[in-house]
């Protein structure tokens, strides 16, 4: 969703720099206010050799990157499959992953178009719409299991499932067949990570 970066921004405990889709940086006011919170342009039409090694840059300098794997917005909840660029990016750079769910944005307006979507509502937050920030356990991606090398597909994947855990079933999308085959200690306890909005 349009508004994710800055929901994660607001519940992330740390600074975030985030890779935007190059076109924004073309117009004027947009580009302004992206750079100075740290958004950096990416070309989603190929691999962005220029834009990898900024993000490193970045990471080495200790400031987080936020990166959407999916490499693109859209109006659906389930999860889509995932680019290879982040988790290529965690394994060059050996930087942790923290896996990072949002749940609820879907109800807010997207691109543009009003969505009339009734709100959640609980005793406590009656007529409120609720979102949730889930921000997962950190861990490294290995570079090799059993001595074997981890291609990027399958070290996407491994990134993907341990984050759509962190997600409802209904969107977990192609990766809720691994996540429900997960174990009772391989699945997170959600309720100690949450950020209600």
Known sequence: HN???ILLSIAFPRPLHFMAKKELFSVPI?????RRVGAFPVDRGRSDRGAIRHAEAVLAAGIAVG???EGTRSPRVELAAAHPGAA???RRSGALVVPVAIVGSERLPFGGKKVRVG???SSSDRGRLLIEVRIGEPFVLPREIDGE???ATDATRMMMVRLAAWLPVSYQGVYALETSSMTSQELPDQSRHGHRM
């Open 3 to 5: 508004a994710d970066p």
């Open 67 to 69: 990166m959407f794997p």
């Open 88 to 90: 290529l990016l965690a």
């Open 149 to 151: 090398r981890l291609s």
């Open 119 to 121: 709100p959640e509502r």
């Open 30 to 34: 947009v580009k302004s206010v992206i």
